[in-house]
């Protein structure tokens, strides 16, 4: 049995995840193999999840499905039943638990998840959220060249404090890169074997990563422009781009949309949402690190 850390939960599991953080403070959720059939079930809805990806949701469960293959049943936000018969790499069956799986065990759990990397900025989550390949990890990782620590990569869970705050809970020390950004760092970053063998993409260790929640402060949606820059967005702008970036939405209830929508319109009110506009070179991040250092402390 390994005992794990993510999110702020405590993870008891069967299955060795290397990039987790060891943590032996209890059990909040269970990973495991076991037999899962969803035919056996009564549906309520089912459709696209993530690229590739599709779900099926009955009353108590989610089930993920990547090509056709289940590959695991999540339950009540407590556990993750994975399928020993999925056939899948290894390294991205793992990759596929800690990303769509767990994005929906968080929102099972009443979090608000986003797809958005994070970095602690002077004792702030600074988020960074954008469609798969616009440049989230890469800038993320820029900055935690620069000695930022990273939060979240990928997937950003968010609750409220007592006094209505924001609040972003820790991922793991791992960030998903290039090949071409691992080699603008001198390839100082521990990775791990592709995550797919038709993928470039590594999984790395993070020199620098922050274990403990952080109030919600700025969020940054990206965009790929010749121009480097930021620019405002109204609320209206800002609500809409909360909710495109939900790595939920598309699961959820009709009760727990609106519930959702009235969290996005109080974070909107509360944390600066603007457009980061990144360039198209990486021989730019400098440039783009700096303005984001300036941004942030206005």
Not at 74 to 92: A, M, Q, R, S
Request: hydrophobic fraction near 35%; aromatic fraction near 10%; charged fraction near 20%.
């Amino acid at each position: 049995m390994f005992f794990y850390k993510a999110h702020g939960l405590s993870i008891q599991s069967t299955i060795t995840f290397p990039e987790l953080n060891k943590d032996n403070s209890g059990t909040d959720i269970k990973i495991e193999y076991g037999k899962i059939d969803s035919s056996s079930k009564d549906i309520l809805s089912e459709g696209i999840f993530r690229v590739a990806s599709s779900f099926k949701r009955t009353e108590n469960s989610v089930f993920l499905i990547w090509n056709d293959i289940e590959i695991c049943e999540i339950t009540h936000g407590k556990k993750i039943t994975v399928n020993p018969l999925t056939g899948i790499e290894e390294n991205f069956l793992r990759a596929l638990i800690l990303g769509p799986a767990f994005g929906i065990l968080l929102h099972q759990r009443g979090r608000l998840v986003l797809h958005a990397s994070t970095v602690n900025i002077n004792g702030g989550a600074v988020a960074f959220m954008g469609f798969n390949g616009g440049g989230k990890s890469t800038t993320t990782a820029a900055l935690n060249n620069k000695g930022y620590p990273l939060v979240c990569d990928d997937i950003s869970s968010v609750e409220f404090d007592e006094n209505g705050t924001p609040v972003v809970f820790p991922g793991f020390p791992r960030i998903k890169l290039w090949p071409e950004t691992i080699e603008m760092f001198n390839n100082d970053l521990e990775a791990f074997p592709r995550i797919h063998s038709e993928s470039k993409k590594r999984s790395c260790f993070t020199p620098e990563f922050y274990e403990g929640n952080l109030p919600l402060k700025w969020i940054y949606i990206i965009e790929k422009d010749d121009r480097i820059g930021v620019n405002n967005l109204s609320p209206q702008e800002s609500l809409i781009e909360l909710i495109r970036n939900s790595y939920c939405a598309n699961i959820f209830q009709s009760n727990e949309q609106s519930t959702n929508l009235a969290e996005y319109a109080t974070i909107v009110k509360c944390v600066p949402v603007k457009r980061l506009n990144t360039g198209n070179s990486l021989d730019k991040l400098h440039k783009l690190v700096k303005i984001v250092e300036e941004d942030t402390m206005n």
